[in-house]
């Protein structure tokens, strides 16, 4: 007797699948055992399998199943068959009206009438229907007759009513259960650990042991996975420090316009400080003017501020200016910053007064982190990613030893063989946009900016003139998106990440392919 459906054990299913082996091998899971779930199928042959008790292969096929329209054809017979019963009944035909009234649907009518001229079961005369002929076969009721009771029948017929909608296909997963070379009627108790009772009674020399499974997995370990960004990150952190950098505290996402632009040479009615560009604080609107908050900062910030008023206004320190009336109430509108160059600025203007006199020492500094720019969200551009900054101050630096540079500094990501191009920025001259040839893309891409800082930029700091000072910067988001073949960022940030492709992401090597 079959077990009842969903109500079986595997306790209770392993006695009676070695029954039906015992007299019969093999077996068919769905003949044997047809009202019973494929899961506990599945647990009790898993189990007897681990024992060599049995063999399963799993079979899959397809087979039909009739839908609600075809069980009603199935009982009262096709549309068409109904309709030439219903005109053969009346001897002199029946009128369309009349028809739909014998038939009882209207559906089955229009349907069952089509299908009924189309096998010259019927023909119109006058404005009457009639019968041209005394009986039928009803080949489509016998056809879905055999398909209820053998689940399947001729391709062709398949495909035929699967078009008129009367049966679906449905995948069918069984198994093929034969005795394996432990067979046996009983489930012999297995021992999982050899304990102190069974070495004292020597029970343990008849004992049957389960064997340890090697292959089996370790319990999944829900445990935290580093983002792509963070481990592309991690990755020039260590080139950086590897090259003698060190870096800057970046941990302040909203500047002042001072900071973000002026103190950067950048004009006031520059297009980047525009509503289109640029995200403003609406409350508060504006910052403090800049000064000490440490102590033992000595430096004078009232002094710094006003060499960048003259540098824009009227110019100094050699230069012209841009000859426009300098606001400062615009200098200290607070703004979410656009680019780390706002923390370089501090930092450099901080470097000013380490010198021994007057002489500054060579620094190189870097930052890694978030800004933020008003553009449209598209598969290459969000509101805010990372920005890849560094800054090399010494003497005697030239734009040739800066090229040279960042051959070396790519280089150590693997990217080879870099072509320059002139550029513009308002902090830099002169400025370079660098490129480099995408195997995979097959064409030539950007993938950093750099330049000298203007002298208007480091000479209000006090800085002296012969300090020469390198920047350089990139996204963090480019080379990740290259390395992991991300074609898109909004799959890299924002909440259409997927979290299952984060944890399983593999490390990176910036030098290696």
Known sequence: MAPAAGNTSTEDLIPQILQALSKSDPIQSTEAFPQ???????????????RSMVTYEQVEREEAILEPEAETI????????????????????????????EVGDKT?????????????WIKKDGSNIVALVDSINDVTREQLRT????????????????????????????????????????????ETDLTA???????????????????????EQNAGALHPLNKVRSEFRQIFFEMGFTEMPTNQFVESGF????????????????????????????????????????????????????????????????????SEEESLRLVLRTHTTSVSAAVLHKLALQGVNGRVPPARYFSIDRVFRNETVDATHLCEFHQVEGVIADYGLTLGGLMEFMDVFFGKMGVKNLMYKPAYNPYTEPSMEIFSYHEGLGKLIEIGNSGMFRPEMLEPMGLPKDLKVFGFGLSLERPTMIKYGISNIRELLGHGVDLNAIQKNPAVRLDKN
């Open 197 to 219: 009772e069974m070495l004292a009674s020597g029970s343990w020399k008849s004992a049957t042991f389960k064997p340890y499974n090697f292959k089996a997995l370790g319990a």
């Open 259 to 326: 900071w973000n632009f002026d103190a950067l040479y950048v004009p006031q009615q520059h297009p980047a400080r525009d509503l289109q560009d640029t995200f403003y604080i609406s409350d508060p609107k504006t910052a403090g003017r800049p000064k000490a908050v440490d102590p033992e900062d000595k430096r004078d910030y009232s002094e710094y501020l006003e060499n960048v008023k003259q540098v824009h206004q009227n110019g100094k320190f050699g230069s012209i200016g841009y000859r426009y009336p300098w």
């Open 36 to 50: 019973v779930p494929f899961e506990s199928i599945k647990a009790a042959l898993d189990r007897l399998a681990s």
């Open 147 to 190: 398909i209820q009771e053998k689940r399947t029948h001729e391709p062709k017929i398949l495909a035929d009513l699967k078009k008129r909608k009367l049966l679906k296909m449905q995948k069918i997963i069984s198994f093929k259960i034969g005795k394996g070379p432990k067979f046996a009627l009983e489930l012999v108790k297995e």
């Open 108 to 120: 089955v009518t229009k349907l069952g009438s089509g299908k009924a001229f189309k096998e010259k």
């Open 74 to 101: 199935v009982s009262h017979g096709s549309h068409e068959a109904r309709v030439f019963e219903a005109v053969r009944k009346a001897m002199s035909g029946l009128s369309i009206q009349e028809l739909e009234k």
